[in-house]
């Protein structure tokens, strides 16, 4: 195990004088496909333990047509629609509540569904949930929880027997922080981006607001159980006043 150690790190300061060789496009596109295949490791790792714990919708063939086009025209807005292989699952749950899992899985409730009241509303929700894809937030942070070398580790041990170890470690943790919610910042900049992709979809920001408007005035002082999703972002006034500045 220590000579596999070592020779791991003596691969890893190899490449890194080598960088200083390449093209800088060549460096690039190199980093660039290592992320996205520990993020997609990641991401389905973490899509096949949640669909085992959740029950998949039973929508009529119309309404999941629906909440599919809705889905696909926010995803051609996405700047990595083309690295990205972004996927739709609706789960039986009465929470208002959606999230992304890197990779490109995005969950929707259909208590989400059921309290929107327009294709615009739920745009507004999903875009978001786009957004922190878009914008790798779950990845960043990431990197800055466990650190390059334990994703490092996901490459050098693919075909090794402790591969399985690595992986669950990595993406139990990335499950953790999406449980714990992203920071301030981050909502922020996922509304921002989400508006900017639901608006060039053809759908109105206002939507959006009267979903915020909604969720504000029937949470109160106090979060009802179904809006626990809530309880992670930053207050729901904030937001609303931060969309109307977008």
């Keep these: 195990m220590k000579t596999k150690k070592i020779g791991m790190i003596a691969i890893i300061l190899l490449f890194i004088m080598n960088l200083a060789y390449l093209p800088a496009i060549?460096?690039?596109?190199?980093?660039?496909?290592?992320?996205?295949?520990?993020?997609?490791?990641?991401?389905?790792?973490?899509?096949?333990?949640?669909?085992?714990?959740?029950?998949?919708a039973r929508l009529k063939p119309a309404q999941a047509k629906r909440i599919q086009r809705i889905f696909e025209q926010l995803v051609a807005q996405s700047s990595r629609s083309d690295e990205v292989e972004y996927t739709l699952t609706i789960v039986e749950?009465?929470?208002?509540?959606?999230?992304?899992?890197?990779?490109g899985y995005i969950f929707v409730n259909t208590g989400?569904?059921?309290?929107?009241?327009?294709?615009?509303?739920?745009?507004?929700?999903?875009?978001?949930?786009?957004?922190?894809?878009?914008?790798?937030?779950t990845m960043k942070s990431l990197y800055r929880t466990v650190g390059m070398s334990a994703l490092w580790n996901l490459a050098m041990y693919k075909n090794d027997s402790s591969y399985k170890e690595v992986l669950n470690r990595v993406a139990g943790v990335s499950m953790t922080l999406i449980q714990l919610?992203?920071?301030?910042?981050?909502?922020?900049?996922?509304?921002a981006y989400g508006v900017r992709m639901m608006t060039a979809a053809g759908y109105s920001k206002n939507e959006l607001l009267n979903f915020w408007k909604r969720v504000d005035a029937q949470s109160g002082n106090e979060l009802p159980s179904i809006f626990q999703m809530f309880s992670t972002h930053p207050p729901v006034k904030e937001r609303i006043a931060a969309i109307q500045e977008i």
Excluded: C
Excluded at 181 to 191: K, L, N, P, Q, V
């Design 26 to 56: 060549r460096a690039e596109s190199f980093l660039g496909k290592f992320e996205r295949g520990v993020e997609q490791e990641i991401g389905y790792y973490n899509y096949q333990s949640l669909i085992r714990q959740k029950s998949p």
């Design 93 to 103: 749950d009465p929470a208002i509540n959606a999230f992304a899992v890197p990779g």
């Design 112 to 137: 989400l569904i059921d309290f929107a009241q327009s294709d615009g509303e739920i745009a507004g929700v999903i875009g978001h949930e786009i957004a922190h894809i878009d914008r790798k937030h």
């Design 181 to 191: 919610g992203y920071s301030r910042e981050a909502e922020f900049e996922a509304d």
